[in-house]
Structures are given as C-alpha cells and as structure tokens.
C-alpha cells in the first residue's frame, strides 16, 4: 500500500507524533520520578528507625546494672529487644564483632541459621565503611530488602558489638499511587491527542491551503489559453507570498512567450503558405503565358481558321483560370477556421447526406444505431466525410482493383462517436505515413494537399482525433473520434 505522503500530511503527523512523544517521555520520567523517589522514602525511613533504634540501645546500656562488654549484650537485651521490636515494627539483630549472633528480636521454634553470622563482605564493608556503617540491598522470596550494620559503642566510644536492622521496601502504596497517577494522565492525554488531532487537521489545512491553491493553478496552467493569477491574502506568510509571486510572474512569462511563439508559428505557416499557394499558381500562369505569346505571334485576321484558334485560345485561358480559382478555393476553405456551433444533429442521418453526393456504387454504409446524437457543426462534419470519402476514392482510381470497395461506418459507445472510412485502393507507402496529415502534402498530380490537413484541422478544434492504418498496395482506413458533447 502506498501512502501518499503530502506536505499536509506531514504536518498532520509530525505535530500529532510530537504530542504522542511528550506524552511517553512525560510518563517515562514519572515512573523514573516515582521509583527515586521510593528509593529515597525507604533510605530516610531506615535512617529514622535506625537512629531510634540507637538512641533507646544508648538508654539501656547507661541505665543497665550489667558491665558494658561485649559478653552480657544477650543479658543487657534479653527482653527490651521484643520491646524494641514491638515499639518500631522492625526486627532487631545483634552480633559480636566477629559477625556471631549474640540476640535477635526474631521468634521462632525452631533455630533459624539464616542470621546466625553476618557475611564476610558485609563486616569488610563495616570496618573499611568512613562512618563505621554498612547498607546493603537484596532481594528474597521477591520482595526487596535493606540491611544496615552499624556499630554499638559504649561510653568511652568502644565498639562492643554489631546492630543490625532488616528493613522491607514496602512499595505496595507507592505503586498504587503510580498506577492511579498513570491513569490519571492516560485520560488527561487521551483527551489531549484528541484535541491535537483536531488543531493538527486545522492548523495542517491552514498552512498548506495557498501551496494547494498555487498546485492546483499550476496543474490547470495551458500555453493555448489565457491563465489566471493567484491573488494574495492579508495573512499570507512570507515563504507562500514569495512563492505566489514567482507563479504569476512565470504566467506572466508564459503568456509573453506563448504570444510571442503564436505569433512566429503564424508568420511561418502564412509564409510556407504564401510560397505554396505562389507555386501552385506559376503552374497555370506559365501556360498561360506560353499560349498568349503563340497567339500574338501567330494572329492573322485573313486566317480562314481564325475563330476555331481564337476558341482554342479562350478554352485554354479559361482552363487554367479555373485551376487558379481551384487553389484561391482549396487555399480559403483551409484558412478559415471552423467555428463551433454545436449542434445537436444525428451523426447517422449527416453521414448518409454526406455519401449523396457520391455515384460510384462501391460505397457501402453501415451502423449499429439507427441514430446517434452528438454535438457537431453539420457542414463541418459533412466536409469531413466528404474528403475522407475522396480521398478513398482517388487511391481506389489509382490501384483500379477487380472489385473496388468503401465502407463507411458509423459507431458509438456512450461517450464518443466514431466513424471509419476504409478502401481497398492503392494504400500509404511507410514513408509517406508521417506526411499525411502535412497541409501541402499529395501523392496526386493536382490539388494543394489541404483535404487531409483541413480534415485533422476541423477534428482537432470539436476535441477529437483522427488516425488511420494503412498497407501499401492494399488499403487504408481512416478513423475520426470526437465527443457527443464536447
């Protein structure tokens, strides 16, 4: 599937994948900002315990009767480590320095071996810690615990033995409070993509509406009609005015040239013209000439034969007269452009009017509608089939076939009209094909080659085209196509 990727579109998207973005990156660093903030909730609230913790083992050992050695630590705490325990809510540990358990605050039945002795990287840890105190995060049974070992000193600041505090990160509150936020936000950018989606369809339609106006006046921009300008707004930005004012500068441009290459097309044709229809009449005037000197040379008003001369004189004269009045005609009939005149007219019944004119009972009409309504100038559609007509029949006096034969048909779908004229004459040699339709090209002997190119001429003007397919030695056929309703 191809996605058809529009400035317009663009912009839709990059602006909507900017709120999408700043929405997972706003949640990305909520979820961040809410696990440090855990981490710290947990560190200040061991912190806190534990220095409660220290201040009542401080009170004990001054208030106790026991000496403050390391050996009666289990006697001094016997029962206040429960008491401590109930008071904070946190397990108690004690240990020698050695690591060896000496109280716990953990009630069991069965011996529990798993405080028995603190891990040697944890005493390392203890005595190479600055501040003579050691943490250490670990996971069990999937929940997340912090240790803190610490030393227990006595007045004069002597270490006498090792606390330990197990305490439980506890993150069933905190997540609830995470998930509730999350959601919380889920809805408010829920809304929020929706009302960027709708600002992004606006705001992208705004932006791009003048390059879409300058798009569709360049795709509607023709060299054979006169284009409009586009006209600025108010509120039109800096990039779209320069833009806009190139477009109708190059129209302005394209106009100059479009005239100035009309004008030199119409110099050239009229002057191709002009030495065309110069040679067609030196042809009679040289006869014409020859015959008025062999006449002034030859005139004898005592010659008994003097009327039948003077009359061979005049049918000559009046001969080539008539060939020169041919050339003014053929030269006239293609000059002039046809005008349109739509008319609504039945092609079917136009096309038997057309083949009237014509004896030669060769012709043959056929059509698969007995009528077919189009728009089309009645005597430029019947000039059309006349010369296509003609035209058969001179390349059928040409090959002289046993059996010659025309067909003239006429057919229709529900859009475009077409009508074939197709001979069995003396077809179009392959290098003759592109000449055809050039309007001083003939094969024949007379005539200024005007028929073919006045035929292309008129279908041109209705909208139409005219082709044809042609073996040399064994026919042509001529097809013109035009709208019903151009």
Not at 153 to 164: G, H, Q
Not at 331 to 350: C, G, H, N, R, W
Not at 424 to 439: Q, R, W
């Amino acid at each position: 599937m191809i996605v058809y990727k529009s400035l317009r579109f663009r912009i839709f998207m990059s602006m909507l994948l900017l709120v999408v973005l700043a929405s997972i990156l706003i949640a990305v660093v909520t979820i961040v900002q809410y696990r440090e903030e855990a981490k710290d909730y947990h560190s200040d609230r061991l912190q806190r315990k534990e220095t409660s913790i220290r201040e009542n083992i401080d009170y004990m050992l001054k208030n106790t009767t026991y000496p403050v050695e390391t050996e009666y630590i289990a006697l001094i705490f016997k029962n206040k480590i429960y008491e401590i325990k109930d008071i904070h809510n946190l397990e108690v540990f004690l240990y020698d320095l050695d690591g060896r358990l000496l109280k716990s605050s953990k009630a069991s039945f069965v011996k529990d071996t798993s405080y028995q002795q603190i891990p040697r990287y944890a005493l390392k840890g203890l005595e190479n810690s600055p501040d003579k105190h050691f943490i250490e995060s670990f996971e069990e049974d999937g929940q997340k615990y912090q240790s803190s070992y610490s030393y227990i000193t006595d007045s004069y600041f002597k270490p006498i033995a090792i606390l330990n505090l197990p305490y439980i990160e506890d993150d069933d509150f905190i997540n609830k409070e995470l998930r509730e936020n999350l959601s919380r936000m889920a809805i408010a950018y829920f809304f929020m993509i929706l009302i960027a989606i709708i600002l992004a369809y606006f705001l992208s339609k705004y932006i791009t509406r003048s390059l879409k106006t300058v798009s569709d006046k360049i795709n509607e921009t023709r060299l054979n009609k006169r284009n409009q300008k586009i006209e600025l707004e108010e509120n039109t930005t800096q990039e779209i005015s320069n833009l806009v004012m190139a477009y109708n500068g190059m129209i302005d441009e394209l106009e100059n040239s479009a005239a100035q290459l009309a004008a030199s097309e119409r110099e050239a044709a009229w002057r191709e013209m002009a030495k065309q229809v110069a040679h067609e009449i030196k042809n009679p005037l040289t006869p014409m000439r020859l015959t008025v000197q062999s006449f002034q040379r030859k005139f004898d008003p005592e010659d008994p034969n003097i009327n039948k001369k003077l009359n061979e004189y005049s049918d000559t004269l009046i001969q080539q007269i008539d060939t020169m009045s041919s050339i003014a005609s053929a030269f006239s009939t293609y000059a002039k452009m046809p005008a349109q005149q739509d008319e609504t007219l039945d092609v079917v019944k136009i096309t038997k009017l057309a083949l009237d004119i014509f004896n030669e009972d060769y012709i043959h009409f056929f059509s698969e509608e007995e009528e077919t309504i189009a728009k089309f100038d009645r005597t430029q559609l019947i000039r059309v089939i006349t010369n296509l007509v003609k035209n058969s029949i001179q390349a059928i006096e040409q090959k002289q076939p046993e059996i010659p034969r025309i067909n003239v048909r006429v057919f229709s779908n529900h859009k475009e009209v077409c009508i074939s004229v197709e001979d069995n004459g003396v077809g179009i040699s392959e290098e003759n094909k592109p000449l055809v339709f050039e309007p001083k090209f003939t094969t024949k002997s007379s005539g200024m080659g005007l028929g073919l190119a006045m035929v292309k001429k008129i279908v041109n003007t209705y909208q139409g085209e005219i082709s044809f397919s042609s073996t040399s030695g064994k026919g042509t056929t001529f097809q013109v196509v035009f709208p019903k309703y151009a």
